[in-house]
């Protein structure tokens, strides 16, 4: 039965990044309670006619993940008869989802689920019955079949849908007063509680689905290869039981929720996102409208090598605002009131910009001496360079704060500068703050390359257009990363980490700021064949891991047989 759950997650995974999805709203997302925390929704059937177009069919992928597995027949089969004889409908939509609720200050719960369609109710039950491994009771419930496993899970079924859930509860430990300890409860039956659950998803109406909330069903009116959907109004529950209650929090909470699609195209893949945003944080984001990113920020850096940049900027101010918003800055400011400091001088000190680049990613070795293992005797680890720049807003609030943070040791206060304290220099971290700027940095040798601007930056100009003109904008050159690790030809997982080599070329996205209510975000991950679909390109790297995991199990399992021969007693053997 493990086997059956695990084939089925593991077809769900795959479903979720690289299948496609119809563009009308699901019918069967009535199953989705209104106050789910995420929607995920793709379709297995585009899948395989995605990568049949590009001469990839599911046969020639089992062929290449049980090649080097005589012993994997059982599994191969299953996952065969899954997809063509389980009574599964893969034509229609599957969706994934999570919902997470509090059921008390010390008991949380955390549901996570899939649905998929039924051609055949029958065939379903009899594909459990076979590949079940042990002896496992149907429950015939009014609404639904259902086989509840290890205590958490649940598989459930009518005649239209499939539904596998885990359904985690965390009891937190209460402490008790009269002998002074903490009390961790007892590990509690949970089959009452998922069947229940079960039953009100099967039996919701569209007003208690996600079907209901605004925004889900327009989503599927844009063409793409996957959908996912978040909403903030499913974290209301929490905040209702925090032991601090902030007013008007959930005034700006409610009713926010996002709109993603992923698209597998030629050479990259595109997931482009939507935030729609409440009237409250509306007009809070439109009054603290915030300027672009400052690219100047990048232009001296001393390396010709940079392997990631972050960039944002913000109007500091916002914060000010958002403490009018939820009333709470007097309470914020009777709390800073014998530090000497004030909000607006944690807010305004900084002007808003950041930048953050990382750089010349290479794998040192270290000293013989300083072994590993015995096959090596080496020691091998990643070394990088890496600056954060926060330009200063207001230098007497600034200088507040710096002095505060010298009080407590975390800088020192050379008269021109502060510097880094004992911890950062710890932790092999450099600090700067001046009347114009706070850098961190890795070592005061590319500091004072950076402030000193004699080097200019090697920054392609069409990523450099990509990155201006956004509120947050972010770049990471896989390419360069992947080649600062080295293939060993003996190890365990070179074949996907070559692989990964050839195809990963980098990603970059960004975020804007808001116009009318909406604040538009993407994310673009491309690759090095920019003529051969993305999917296709994944499936080749998922294809190679597999191959490597399973062949590495193998392996693992001939040689602990070889040590410890099959007649020794079982208890002798796990130990």
Not at 266 to 277: P, R
Not at 363 to 384: H, V
Not at 509 to 530: P, Q, V
Request: net charge positive; charged share 25%.
């Amino acid at each position: 039965m493990i086997r059956i759950i695990n084939g089925l997650v593991i077809l769900g995974i795959i479903s979720l990044i690289l299948s496609s999805c119809s563009s009308n709203a699901p019918k069967e997302a009535r199953l989705i309670p209104k106050t789910a925390v995420a929607v995920a929704s793709v379709n297995a059937f585009a899948l395989k006619e995605k990568l049949e177009k590009n001469g990839i069919t599911i046969d020639t992928l089992l062929d290449k993940i049980f090649e080097k597995d005589s012993s994997g027949k059982v599994d191969r089969k299953a996952i065969e008869e899954l997809g063509t004889n389980a009574g599964i409908d893969w034509k229609k939509d599957c969706h994934f989802f999570a919902v997470n609720k509090n059921e008390g200050v010390n008991n949380t719960v955390t549901i996570a689920a899939g649905i998929a369609g039924l051609s055949d109710n029958t065939k379903f039950e009899a594909y459990i019955k076979k590949y079940k491994k042990t002896e496992t009771n149907i429950r015939k419930e009014k609404n639904f079949d259902a086989i509840i496993v290890d205590g958490d899970k649940i598989i459930a079924w009518d005649k239209e849908y499939l539904m596998l859930m885990y359904y985690q509860q965390v009891i937190k430990p209460t402490w008790d007063s009269t002998n002074m300890r903490f009390t961790i409860p007892s590990k509690t039956d949970l089959t009452a509680k998922i069947i229940s659950t079960t039953n009100s998803f099967f039996t919701q109406t569209n007003e208690q689905s996600i079907i209901s909330v605004k925004g889900f069903g327009e989503m599927f009116k844009t063409k793409a290869d996957g959908y996912l959907f978040t909403s903030s109004s499913s974290y209301l529950n929490a905040l209702s039981n925090a032991p601090i209650q902030i007013p008007k929090l959930e005034e700006l909470t409610k009713d926010n929720y996002a709109a993603s699609t992923l698209s597998f195209d030629a050479g990259k893949i595109n997931i482009n996102s939507t935030t729609y945003t409440n009237p409250a944080l509306t007009a809070l984001l439109k009054k603290y409208a915030g300027p672009t990113v400052n690219l100047s920020l990048l232009e001296k850096y001393p390396s010709q090598n940079i392997q990631g940049i972050f960039l944002a900027s913000f109007n500091p101010e916002i914060f000010g605002g958002l403490l009018q918003q939820l009333e709470v800055e007097g309470l914020v400011n009777s709390f800073l009131e014998r530090s000497g400091i004030s909000s607006k001088d944690l807010y305004g000190s900084l002007k808003g910009d950041i930048a953050v680049i990382f750089s010349d990613l290479a794998i040192q070795t270290n000293d013989p001496m300083q072994r590993s293992t015995e096959k090596t005797l080496l020691t091998k680890k990643p070394i990088a360079k890496f600056l954060m720049n926060m330009p200063v807003g207001n230098k007497e609030s600034f200088k507040k704060l710096m002095l505060k943070a010298t009080e407590l040791g975390y800088v020192k206060n050379t008269g021109k500068a502060f510097t880094s304290g004992e911890l950062l220099q710890a932790i092999g971290l450099y600090l700067v703050g001046n009347e114009e700027h706070l850098i961190i940095a890795t070592d005061s040798l590319l500091y004072d390359a950076y402030t000193k601007g004699s080097y200019k930056a090697e920054i392609d100009n069409d990523v450099k257009k990509y990155l201006g003109g956004k509120a947050v904008s972010f770049y990471t050159n896989m390419e360069s990363i992947l080649k600062s690790f080295p293939v060993e030809h003996d190890g365990n997982y070179n074949k996907y980490l070559s692989t990964a080599k050839a195809i990963f070329k980098d990603i970059r996205g960004y975020t804007n700021n808001i116009k009318d209510n909406t604040i538009e975000s993407a994310i673009e991950w491309r690759f090095h064949n920019e003529q051969q679909n993305s999917l296709v390109t994944l499936v080749s790297l998922f294809t190679n891991i597999a191959v490597d995991m399973r062949a590495v199990a193998k392996r693992e399992k001939e040689s602990e047989e070889k040590m410890i021969p099959t007649g020794v007693p079982g208890v002798i053997r796990t130990n």
